[in-house]
């Protein structure tokens, strides 16, 4: 497996000050594995990205689990501030391999740019140009662009030029939130969300095209335009915005 394709950023102990990566690049990082823990960067320290450029990350992923897959570009684990960053080109794709494909058995993607599990703080970035595919028996993408249990501070933040494509079922085709989101100045657009369906697909259906929160979110100034899902003839359901009660949109553009 793979854990951070071009940099690992592991903790050497009781790290205080975080590390810098400034006005730098990471380019054409290329990762084959039964998993990707973050296909261009793990994060398990704090770090600093300023004025840096993330691009043409390319994770094959096959595995017969469903813990295979997390942040096709970051896997932050720990503390992760960004100023200026841009992540254009990602593309994961998770297959079974050369597995069989009964309908128990399932391949997954979290966050097919960015998993938080620890803390970010986003002043200005943009994620363009992402491509994430989950193919064989129930084939799931959770996070198209960024998949989130932790939590996240994101201002002047922007995920365009999205595609999505799943044999079963997809949450949050742009962003699952499942920790505590706090975001202004946001933007999801220019995104396509489709379901396969085929005869391993146990419930083909969208849990938000756009947006899928079950923590507590608030959104300001946001704008989600673009966004088209689909879900093949018998599927169960697609949804564009799937959120609870914790979820906060405030002068919101969704068109």
Known sequence: GINGGAIDAESNGAATTPDLLSSD???ST????????????LVDTPVVLAHVGISTTDDHVSSTSCDSAFGGAIYNANSLTMGSVDIAGTTVVADLGTATTPSTTQTCAHGGVVFNSGS???????????????SGGNGSVQGGAWYDEG?????????????VTADDSVEGGGLVGLGTLTATDFTIGDATVSILGGPDAAQPSTDGAIL???GTAAITNGTFSGVDGSV????????????????????????
């Open 25 to 27: 690049s990471i380019a």
């Open 30 to 41: 290329s990762n084959t594995g039964d998993y990707v823990d973050g296909g261009a960067l």
């Open 120 to 134: 970010i703080t986003a002043n200005g970035a943009s994620i363009t140009n992402t491509t994430v595919t989950a």
């Open 151 to 163: 939590s996240s501070t994101l201002s002047d933040v922007e995920i365009v030029g999205l595609q």
């Open 212 to 214: 899928y929160s079950d």
């Open 232 to 255: 093949p003839s018998g599927g169960s359901y697609a949804y564009g915005i799937e959120a609870d009660a914790g979820t906060q949109l405030a002068d919101t553009t969704i068109v």
